[in-house]
Structures are given as C-alpha cells and as structure tokens.
C-alpha cells in the first residue's frame, strides 16, 4: 500500500509518499513547502487571503504528486495555525474541493504523533523531554524508554512570538525579557512534571533543532540520519550569537534555511529557557517529527 502525509504546519506544508507493503516504511517522496500559513494576523486567529491562497495552492500541487504516485491513502492533519483561525474551517471545505480531507488535530493529538516520530528513532534510552518547536505551538512530550510519561501542546509557537514581541534589530533586552516572562507564566505544569522525574536529555525534533545542527556542522544539511547528539556547549555559543545578531547578519549565516532566519532567535530563546530552567545537560536532534509519527501510525 502507498500512503501520503501531508502535515498543514503553520509555517511549512510537509508531503511524505511512502511504500507501506514491507516490513520497513520505505518513502518514495518527500517535500516540504515553506507556505507561512500564519503569516500577519496568527495571534488575531486569522489566516489572511495570500496566506490561504498559497496554502490552498500548494495542496493542489500536492495532490497532482500523489495521484502520480497511485497512492490509496491520504492522511492530512492541520495544527495550530488551521486549529485557532476563525477561518480554519473555510481552509479545510477548500481543500476538500481539490480531494483532500484534512484532521484538524488538538494539540494533544500532535504532541502524541511526534512521540511516535520520535521514538522511532530509538533515541529515547532514558528519561527525556522532547521539545517540538512550530511556528503556532511548541508541545513538550516527557518520556522515556517505556513510553509518554505526560504531554502537553503550548501556544508559544516561533510565529506567535516573534509576531508579539520581536520588533527590534537585534532583539531588544526588553523584547528578550517579556518573552521570558510569558514562559514563566505558562510552563508551570511542565517545570513540576519535570522537577518530579528529572529528564537527562532534551530531544528537539526537527524544525528549529535542524537549523542548530546545520550550523553546528559548518553549514552542512544533516540527511540521512534519524537523531544525533549536539554538542551542548557548542549549541549555546550559536544561541548566543543568533540572539545578539541582527537579521542582515542571520542572512548570512552557513547552515541557516531562509525561512527560520528571524525565528530562529525564538527557537534559541525556548530552547535557552528549557536548559536553564529544567536544568539538562545532553541535547539531541530527531529529524523524525510529527509527519513520521504519522506514517508509523498507519
């Protein structure tokens, strides 16, 4: 059987073609479309027209792929950007217009599907919190080898907070602050689940923590590896640096993709936080996330 994913993200739209007939999923097709479905008005919950258009755009092209590939099962699943527009169900009528049936998933739904995408990678040998920063949401899944010990999805997503707070260059200390504060705000829940069973790695999947890896190796694109240690102290050098640079300077940074180059200062900032603040001392990456926890779910 061939199935195709398509994860609607609020900054990127994700196409997977994979032959599911074999023991192993083996993947046919991949692409990933930087759409920025919440672009402008995410934090008024509104998709606005050029967004919607180039979203509604981008899964025709999708579907054109897929029936070249004779796939029989389309699984599309939408997250927070679909999920909190007052729009986001005119989005989903449209795409059923072009073939496409689309889940629009809570934010339990999709920290339990990059728990999957995570776990396959069979990175989780001890206790560990997984951190997926998208553009709308951030989840936060606490694990270990034996399976979810809590979950949680956030709405402190790069696009939200950087739309909210990062109009500066660089980013201001009084930009820096207000976003610490709101992170002190909102992650109580997380900080005494974690106080309570002490996580000893933090797991970023994908996004964001493939840009940190990009850069951690001189620029060069990590492919063809499912998770891989990061030198942490090296990681905080680069947080540093992204955090004090201005966006003229990101842009000329080896190993830093042009849609991440502002967010990227959000994700360093979330991620500085959980270090600090849970106190882990190991980072790693997945590249598996929630579009392969979706496909190991079929």
Same mark, same amino acid.
């Given at each position: 059987?061939?199935?195709?994913?398509?994860?609607?993200?609020?900054?990127?739209?994700?196409?997977?073609?994979?032959?599911?007939?074999?023991?192993?999923?083996?993947?046919?097709?991949?692409?990933?479309?930087?759409?920025?479905?919440?672009?402008?008005?995410?934090?008024?919950?509104?998709?606005?027209?050029?967004?919607? =258009?180039?979203?509604?755009?981008?899964?025709?092209?999708?579907?054109?792929?897929?029936?070249?590939?004779?796939?029989?099962?389309?699984?599309?699943?939408?997250?927070?950007?679909?999920?909190? &527009?007052?729009?986001?169900?005119?989005?989903?009528?449209?795409?059923?217009?072009?073939?496409?049936?689309?889940?629009?998933?809570?934010?339990?739904?999709?920290?339990?599907?990059?728990?999957?995408?995570?776990?396959?990678?069979?990175?989780?040998?001890?206790?560990?919190?997984?951190?997926?920063?998208?553009?709308?949401?951030?989840?936060?899944?606490?694990?270990?080898? =034996?399976?979810?010990?809590?979950?949680?999805?956030?709405?402190?997503?790069?696009?939200?907070?950087?739309?909210?707070?990062?109009?500066?260059?660089?980013?201001?200390?009084?930009?820096?602050?207000?976003?610490?504060?709101?992170?002190?705000?909102?992650?109580?829940?997380?900080?005494?689940?974690?106080?309570?069973?002490?996580?000893?790695?933090?797991?970023?999947?994908?996004?964001?923590?493939?840009?940190? &890896?990009?850069?951690?190796?001189?620029?060069?694109?990590?492919?063809?590896?499912?998770?891989?240690?990061?030198?942490?102290?090296?990681?905080?050098?680069? &947080?540093?640096?992204?955090?004090?640079?201005?966006?003229?300077?990101?842009?000329?940074?080896?190993?830093?993709?042009?849609?991440?180059?502002?967010?990227?200062?959000?994700? &360093?900032?979330?991620?500085?936080?959980?270090?600090?603040?849970?106190?882990?001392?190991?980072?790693?990456?997945?590249?598996?996330?929630?579009?392969?926890?979706?496909?190991?779910?079929?």
């Amino acid at each position: 059987m061939r199935a195709a994913v398509i994860d609607l993200g609020t900054n990127t739209f994700h196409l997977i073609i994979a032959d599911l007939s074999g023991q192993e999923k083996k993947i046919l097709y991949k692409t990933t479309v930087p759409v920025l479905l919440g672009q402008g008005r995410i934090n008024e919950n509104m998709i606005i027209p050029e967004a919607f =258009e180039r979203g509604i755009n981008t899964l025709k092209n999708f579907k054109s792929i897929i029936d070249a590939h004779a796939t029989t099962l389309i699984k599309a699943t939408a997250t927070s950007a679909v999920r909190s &527009a007052v729009n986001g169900q005119d989005f989903v009528d449209s795409a059923k217009e072009i073939g496409i049936h689309i889940d629009i998933i809570t934010g339990e739904e999709e920290a339990a599907y990059i728990f999957n995408g995570v776990r396959a990678t069979g990175i989780i040998q001890q206790t560990s919190l997984v951190m997926d920063i998208g553009g709308g949401s951030t989840e936060f899944i606490l694990c270990n080898k =034996e399976g979810q010990i809590w979950k949680k999805s956030y709405n402190i997503g790069a696009a939200r907070l950087m739309q909210a707070y990062f109009h500066s260059d660089p980013m201001s200390q009084g930009e820096q602050q207000s976003i610490i504060d709101l992170l002190d705000n909102t992650l109580q829940e997380l900080k005494t689940v974690c106080a309570a069973h002490h996580p000893e790695m933090l797991i970023g999947s994908a996004g964001a923590f493939e840009s940190f &890896a990009a850069m951690l190796n001189d620029g060069e694109e990590i492919t063809g590896i499912a998770a891989m240690p990061l030198d942490l102290t090296r990681y905080k050098v680069l &947080a540093s640096q992204l955090i004090a640079s201005t966006h003229e300077e990101r842009t000329h940074m080896k190993g830093l993709i042009s849609l991440r180059v502002d967010m990227i200062v959000i994700a &360093a900032i979330l991620t500085n936080y959980i270090l600090e603040e849970i106190r882990i001392n190991a980072l790693s990456l997945s590249t598996y996330d929630l579009k392969m926890g979706i496909l190991y779910s079929l």
